[in-house]
């Protein structure tokens, strides 16, 4: 086919292709959620509403797209984990992050009334995206924990600040000052002794944030069949099917992954 004079133009494009054999992980993050969560009422520190529509959001990218084996999520953002075998988009970054992107925007304002019912959603979302690589077993997980550590700080902090304002009567700013250089001890005591608060049985969901990965599980359907020489009839049929399941759990220490062998391939 004779080409027209225009399509030198095509040698623009830069090559964005990832590094074989690395993890490719998206991380979005909710633009502005500061005055997205005030706007629409937010429960603080944590609102369940909030954290399920993201959830949910998080499983239509999985469903939707091909090769992403765990995703985890806390606050505002999410971090999609493609396999590193993946060739999906021919490993292109701008393909893969936006992708992601806009199915899981698209989602999250497809699903809104589930979770917040009548409630309005007063302008459209956005989200940003970046692509990091990760070469070995041993750094994915490093990003992991490190994802799964921030939520664990932050989540310590904003139920201390909380709980001293809404329960403690004091201003946020008093608040702000009374946890000034305070470790995680120091707050653990706060909510222990002057709140009767142990923060460890607090709800795992907020402590620990959400990971997706898929599990098999075997499901039995009631199927109406007809066979040779009898009345139609329901017939139990099990299945084994993938599905996305959600783990509010410790993901830095041994267990998780001990008991999930095949969301990682091995480092060889
Ligand atoms: P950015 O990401 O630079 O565009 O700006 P923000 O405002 O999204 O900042 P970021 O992502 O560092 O922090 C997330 C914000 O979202 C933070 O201000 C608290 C808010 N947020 C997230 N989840 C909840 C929630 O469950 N309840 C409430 N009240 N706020 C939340
Ligand atoms: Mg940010
Ligand atoms: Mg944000
Ligand atoms: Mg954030
Ligand atoms: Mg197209």
Known sequence: MAKSKFEYVRNFETDDTCLRNCYIVVRLDGRNFHKF?????????????ALGLMSRSARSVMEELEDIVIAYGQS?????????????????????MTHVASQFSSSYVFYWKEFF???PLLYPPGFDGRVVLYPSNHNLRDYLSWRQADCHINNLYNTVFWTLVQKGGLTTAQAEDRLKGTLAADKNEILFSEFDINYNTEPALHRKGTTLIWEKRDETVLKRMKLPNEEEKDVAVTRSRRRVQAHHCDIIGEQFWEEHPDVLEDDN
């Open 37 to 49: 969560a005030e706007q629409h009422e937010f429960t603080k520190p944590n609102d369940n509403r």
């Open 117 to 119: 019912g009548e409630q």
């Open 76 to 96: 505002d953002e999410f971090s999609f984990v493609f396999k590193r075998t993946s060739t999906w988009f021919k490993r292109r970054a701008s393909k893969l």
